[in-house]
């Protein structure tokens, strides 16, 4: 008997050579017939194909072809395959023919299957592996630091770089800044700055900065500190908007000092020196001893500007700015001289009954009315107005809560004003708003804004909506006060902190600005 054996597609008359010689002792030749080509048995898969390895993003499965029969040489090709959950509902990967495959953030949530095409002169015959488990995302991992780029100097804005990551996508990260010693130890979080940039601040100075990158994905979180930043320079203070003199330059009147605006890393402190200059302004020297805030202006000052010194000293260093001067200062404004008697008064005539008694007023010295009018009106340059007194704080009262009553001021500047000047508003809101309750704080401020617009026929003003003015204040409803008085009536009010007028801020943080963007208004016909 013969078996075929690696000869397919042959027949066996190929062999006679071998038949002949075996019977050639016999002297006879005998031939069997020719046979069919012998075919190859195609593959057939006896153990199923595995795979093996962890079914998560990144990782790597190795495919197994398993067990096969069939005719050699057999060829073996793959193909891995997304199914869905249940292992059912499969697609081939583009591009994944190798026997081995790593899973990506498209396979998250799918299980995957592998393919295995055995092929020879048989045919092809294909097997599919089981299903592995439902491919798992991959937690974030920092592959290389977060950095910081920025100098960091007080003021300048520093920017977190991510650094590297691996983890399955989408990963979004958050941010902690964080205040460290110099050696970039003992980091504390820093309150609120959880942003990608952060702007370095006064507290910053002399300390080092740190960012902690948090990464999360939908396996979880994991953070990464950057290195820390050098040391945090310090900004020397600068002047922004110059010093101011508040008050009337007149002998025995007192200036107070606004140290303006300043940049420059805090806290700034401030110093003051008081100067004397020629009435123009020039040849400014000390004045010995004059070093507060405000300065009372004496004998030796008439005729004379006065300036003041603002020093500014911060962790940075220190910076001084001169106001600019006030006006020569003038001697006192002329008083009236009081009544006195040198020759007392005296009675004419007979003391008796029936009898006409005549008074002698006496002498006396003092001003004349007069006269004093007109040497207050030299002395105060014709500036001269005047505070009179009328109404009761019932009829006040009683008056503005009447509907069609307006809240607003005739008073004027310059001299000694009326303490309305500086007042009315915040004694209205103060005094009989909060302390009195005369009016609510709604109505009161319709009172002064909305309501006083409409009655002047103010188009653009009184109200915050597109079209008006940008005319704002903010105030401390629990706080605002008027303070101006008659003895003192240039003191600004507690409580309101910002006033922008047309856009432009006027006062900021309590103090003036110095910008002056205000103009006359005209009355407009309303439509």
């Known amino acids: 008997m013969f078996t075929p054996r690696s000869v397919i597609g042959k027949n066996f008359f190929d062999d006679r050579r071998e038949s002949e010689r075996t019977h050639e002792s016999s002297g006879t030749v005998a031939r069997s017939a020719q046979t069919d080509a012998i075919r190859a048995v195609p593959p057939v898969n006896t153990t199923r194909p595995s795979v093996s390895g962890i079914a998560m993003d990144g990782e790597t499965l190795t495919a197994d072809r398993g067990a096969w029969t069939g005719t050699p040489p057999i060829d073996f090709g793959y193909q891995w395959r997304r199914c ?13 023919g190798n026997v081995t495959y790593e899973p990506t953030a498209a396979d998250v949530g799918h299980t995957i299957r592998v393919e295995v095409t055995a092929r020879n002169a048989g045919g092809p015959e294909r097997a599919s592996s089981l299903p592995t488990a ?73 300390s080092t900065l740190v960012v902690v990158v948090t990464a999360r994905n939908d396996a979880g979180t994991a ?72 300065y009372a202006a004496v004998a030796a000052d008439d005729g004379h500007a006065l300036r003041v010194v603002v020093t500014a000293t911060g962790p940075g260093g220190t910076a001084s700015q001169a106001s600019a001067a006030t006006d020569a200062v003038q001697t006192a404004p002329a008083q009236p001289t009081a009544p006195a008697n040198t020759v007392r008064p005296a009675i004419a005539g007979t003391a008796e009954d029936g009898a006409t008694l005549t008074a002698d007023e006496g002498t006396w010295t003092g001003s004349d009315p007069l006269e004093f009018a007109f040497d207050l009106l030299l002395s105060e340059r014709m500036g001269v107005s005047m505070i009179s007194f009328s109404q ?3 009829v006040v009262a009683r008056v503005m809560k009447e509907p069609y009553v307006n809240v607003c001021t005739d008073g004027l500047l310059g001299g000694r004003p009326h303490p309305r000047a500086y007042g009315t508003y ?24 909305s309501q006083a617009a409409d009655a002047m026929h ?33 003191q600004p009010p507690a409580g309101i902190t910002h006033v922008v007028v047309a856009g432009v801020p006027v006062v900021a943080d309590g103090r003036p600005t110095g910008a002056r963007p205000g103009r006359a208004v005209r009355a407009t016909t309303k439509a």
Do not use: H
Not at 460 to 480: H, K, M, S
């Open 134 to 206: 439902v491919v798992a995302p991959r937690p974030p991992a920092n592959t290389v630091a977060p950095t910081i780029s920025g100098t960091a100097r007080d003021g300048e804005q520093l920017t977190a770089q991510d650094g590297t990551w691996t983890g399955t996508a989408p990963i979004t990260f958050a941010y902690q800044w964080q205040r460290c010693e110099l050696n970039g130890g003992a980091c504390a979080d820093i309150a609120n700055a959880n942003d990608k940039t952060y702007t370095v601040q006064d507290a910053d100075a002399n």
């Open 392 to 394: 009761s704080e019932d």
């Open 223 to 294: 953070s990464a500190p950057s290195t820390a930043t050098g040391r945090v320079e310090s900004i020397a203070p600068s002047n922004t908007t110059a010093p101011t003199i508040d008050g009337t330059a007149r002998v025995g009147q007192t200036l107070a000092a606004r140290p303006g605006d300043w940049t420059g890393t805090g806290p700034i402190t401030f110093t003051y020196q008081w100067q004397r200059c020629d009435a123009d302004a020039a040849n400014c020297a000390d004045i010995a001893g004059a070093t507060g805030g405000t």
């Open 458 to 490: 103010l188009a653009d003003r009184g109200r915050i909506a597109p079209g008006q003015a940008g005319d704002l204040v903010l105030f401390d409803a629990a706080t605002v006060i008027d303070r101006a008085t008659f003895a003192d009536p240039l």
């Open 84 to 96: 869905d959950a249940n292992g059912d509902g499969c697609e081939d990967i583009a591009g994944a």
């Open 426 to 449: 915040p004694r209205i809101l103060g005094r009989y708003v909060r302390e009195q309750k005369v009016l609510g704080l709604e109505e009161a401020i319709r009172k002064m804004t």
